[in-house]
């Protein structure tokens, strides 16, 4: 073939060009470790990418979002087990102020235990987490429970503990699309809605019933707090079945929240080795370029005449 | 005597012969590095007829017989359409790698932004009447709204850009077109001149007509006269003979006011599908970058409209019906460049609807609705999500085939280029050989002269 002199500069310019775009490519590569940066380094990669991404993101949120409700219900937990320790000591009250033995003195001594218990409870019942009365259902920007009021006599006002809460139970969401109710329905817990029994209506039953030195009538609570107990230890159960529910959704969302990111990794960075191998090989294949061509420009008859 | 005299004339056409011959050596080494030049051949002939002496022939010399240009018609004629192809996929592909809206891992980009706003829903929905959470969903629906902005604004700017290139490249055109013509009467006229080949004419006109194959992607014609026409794809005549058309950029309504391009031929306006580098914009305009355009904006529309249904669903902290989350975007053209959250929204959080009818202030299963919207099938079939990742492969797919088309283009316009280049252009060790050729020759000849004078002398000293 015959060769020119424009030939031998135009290769020079092609060739050189061609090499140092490639070590640019490489370089850049290398350097910021990102093997897609635009759409048409690999378009399949691209539009996997930010669905890969999304997926990461939607599975982070349900991850934190789960694991606050979680948090949650075990503020919730922790005002039911206050309630049930709280019962427990009332029918131990209700046991022992029932018998003919003990003096009205000693039975409004009761009276005052079981007020202080109510009033315990109330406060645990309207636990607060995030600024938000947990045990409200949705209605959950006013305390749930009214507080402890007692009469000119000493007895407890049966407005006591009325709740102001709703049925309403809250749902977040354990997998894309799956929801999971979050909350305890404290009317039903507590309140005994839809057929159970009122604790805190039984409770002030006991002190009334204390503060009037009626035994009888005192003994006459200890049905309705067991009934209270096991209906309270059934929502507890409820709670605790949804909190682990909602702790294996944390650890699930989490786990493939990792498993995308690492899809995401896969897709878009760029093999360290491979990268500086590029990186290397672009440097030589460019440096041959350089060399082939100083050394085809030094060859030429004007030297020579 | 007369002999004599004779070798002094012969040597004198000789040495003019030589000289010709240098100066073609000088004319090809000072374009040596011309772009479009094919390098010229002189060829010299013995000076007919040869003079009879007695029974034998006696030759009168060398004269300079023609010079021609070394040209293969062959590799020519396939150039312009090389040259074409090349600049096409060449000016698409750099267009659409030069658009960075659809980036996948660009942050604050549409995908970001879209994750953003379903993560602050399902933060809402955790709890649903806090108002920080409720202003941080807020925030992110106006981010999302800007993202969709944002990006139909790059996409868009792109397109826009490369109406500044057509109408930049159209008055190029036109010259070129204008410059052909022109030669093509040159040409004609040199011809009929009777001065042989006007070899610089045409290779200007052959550097005209690769430039123009370049920029519109007109295939060159020649014709009996010896001029050469060109004809846009498509066959409208861009160049006949000696008439040159005019192409003319103008905005186009129904494609947004961008500009379109018709060919005026004789007062009467066609309309003008270009190849080359024009066509090349042209396809990535209204090709990967309008279906883009599209695809987010069809995005924007659907999306709006099912988070607007969803939204609207439910009630807002203070109980009322929730007003649409985006203001009415319209038509789905241009859904992308209008979408905006409600004023009333943006400007007080309570107005979010994430409860549903008859709940709490805490509720938030209306939140876990708009939640739904994320996976919820759109107009094409695929959640928001996929649909944005179809526009992103989609567009990425249309850049990289073009970049290889670019690649493989311009790999054989290279090979081609070297070909003609081989074969046509100047090798300054071949000029310079034949510049030692016909000095050589000039030197003999001198040397003839010379003698035959010396001759002359001897003659006349003849007593």
Known sequence: MRVTDRMMFERAVREGGLSRGRLDEATQRAASGVRVAHPKDDPGAAGMISMEQARAERLDAIATTAGRASDELQAADGALSEVANAIARARELAVQLSSSTYSAAERVSGAKEVQGLIQSVVASLNVKVGGRYVLAGTSDGAAPFTGLTLDAFGNVDPATGAYAGDGNVRQVEIAPGLLQDASVRADVAVKGAGGGVDVLATLIALANALQANDPALAGSTLGDLARGTEQVATARGTGGAAMAGLDGAVAANQAARDDAKGRVSSLADADAIQAATDLALAARALDAALTATARSFQLTLLDKL | ?463
């Open chain 2, 1 to 463: 005597m007369t002999d004599l005299l004779r070798i002094l004339t012969s040597g004198a056409a000789s040495l003019a012969a030589q000289t010709a011959a240098t100066a073609t050596a000088s004319h090809n080494l000072e374009n040596a590095a011309t772009p479009g030049y094919a390098r010229q051949r002189v060829a010299l002939e013995a000076t007919l007829p040869a003079e009879r002496v007695g029974n034998a022939y006696i030759g009168r010399g060398a004269i300079l017989g023609t010079v021609t240009q070394a040209r293969d018609r062959f590799l020519e004629a396939q150039l312009p359409a090389a040259y074409g192809q090349a600049a096409r996929s060449s000016a698409g592909a750099e267009t659409l790698e030069a658009v960075h809206a659809l980036d996948p891992e660009t942050p604050g980009g549409l995908g970001d932004a879209l994750s953003g706003f379903y993560s602050a829903l399902r933060q809402l929905s955790q709890n649903g009447s806090d108002p920080g959470l409720r202003q941080a969903a807020v925030g992110a629906a106006r981010s999302l709204a800007l993202a969709f902005n944002r990006t139909r604004q790059g996409l868009e700017d792109a397109r826009t850009g490369v109406d500044a290139k057509v109408a930049g490249s159209v008055s190029e055109v036109n010259e070129l077109a204008r410059s052909v013509a022109s030669l093509n009467r040159d040409i004609r006229a040199a011809r009929a001149g009777g001065s042989g080949e006007p070899n610089d004419l045409l290779d200007a006109r052959q550097k005209a007509v690769d430039r123009l194959a370049e920029l519109t992607g007109a295939s060159p014609v020649p014709t009996s006269e010896g001029d050469v026409s060109l004809f846009l794809p498509g066959g409208a005549a861009l160049v006949t003979s000696m008439t040159a058309s005019s192409l003319a950029a103008a905005a186009d309504p129904a494609n947004g006011g961008h500009l379109a391009l018709q060919l005026s031929v004789g007062g009467a306006a066609v309309s003008a599908a270009p190849g080359g580098q024009l066509g090349g914009l042209l396809d990535a305009r209204d090709g990967a970058l309008r279906e883009a355009v599209n695809g987010i904006d069809q995005l924007a529309y659907d999306l709006a409209g099912a988070v607007n249904a969803a939204h609207g669903a439910g009630v807002d902290l203070d109980g009322n019906p929730g007003l649409a989350l985006f203001d009415p975007v319209g038509a789905a053209g241009g859904a992308a460049a209008r979408i905006a959250v409600n004023g009333s929204i943006s400007a007080n959080a309570r107005l979010l609807a994430a409860a549903s009818a008859g709940g709490g202030a805490g509720d938030a299963r209306n939140a876990l609705a708009l939640i739904a919207t994320e996976t919820q099938a759109l107009s094409g079939g695929l959640d928001a999500t996929g649909a944005l990742a179809q526009v992103t492969s989609a567009f990425g797919a249309s850049a990289s085939r073009l970049a290889a088309a670019a690649e493989m283009d311009a790999a054989l316009r290279g090979n081609l280029e070297s070909m003609r280049e081989s074969y046509s252009g100047v090798s300054i060790d071949e000029e310079l050989i034949e510049m030692q050729k016909a000095q050589r020759a000039y030197q003999a000849i001198t040397k003839v002269i010379q003698t035959s004078s010396e001759m002359f002398d001897t003659l006349l000293q003849l007593k």
